[in-house]
Each structure stands twice: as C-alpha cells, then as structure tokens.
C-alpha cells in the first residue's frame, strides 16, 4: 500500500514562500504520478500540480505561475516550490498517488 507524508507547511507572510515536500513509499515511486492539492475550509478540494515518473508537470489554475513541482526519484520525495503566498492560498495541501491521500500539511498565510 502506497504511503504518502506531507511535510514543510506553516505560517508565512503574505508575499513569502514555502517548500512542501511529500515522501512517498510503498510503491516504485521513479514511475509513478504524484499530485498535490488543497482544500481550504468550505471548499472543494483541487488541483495544484502534477509530475509524472517522467518529470512531466501540470499545474492546476489555481497556482499556476507561482508554484513549481519537482521530484526526487532517489529520495522517493515530491517537492511543490509556492511563491508570493496569498491570504486565499491558506488550506491543506495534501499529496496524492495511486489512490491514496497523505495526511496533508497546514499552511496558513497572513501577516
């Protein structure tokens, strides 16, 4: 069974950055799609971006031109680069890969 553990959120300044990273383990993680989404209080839950095993990413609109998805196929680690955060960026970012869900991780942005 895939497992999938979020990590690097917290509270940044509107304007500022964060790295989220997601290792993955149960599966051969080098082929495999990776996701991250997120879902904020009373919202669907959507898209950020995709990498495929080939490196290939797809970025939802919600984010797209502020953040960048990378891979680590020897650390078996996804990694989503977000840059001048928004007030309205503040959800859950969670991490998905063949049908499973990590447990997500917090971010919050606000002065």
């Known amino acids: 069974q895939v497992q999938l553990v979020e990590s690097g959120g917290g509270l940044v300044q509107p304007g500022g950055s964060l790295r989220l990273s997601c290792a993955v383990s149960g599966t051969i993680f080098s082929k495999k799609t990776v996701g991250w989404y997120r879902q904020a209080p009373r919202k669907e839950r959507d898209l950020v971006a995709l990498i495929s095993g080939l490196g290939t990413a797809t970025y939802g609109d919600s984010m797209k031109g502020r953040v960048a998805i990378s891979r680590d196929n020897a650390q078996n680690t996804v990694y989503l680069e977000m840059n001048s955060l928004k007030p309205e960026d503040t959800a859950v970012y969670l991490c998905?890969?063949?049908?499973?869900w990590g447990q997500g991780t917090q971010v919050t942005v606000s002065s």
């Open positions: 998905y890969c063949m049908g499973s």
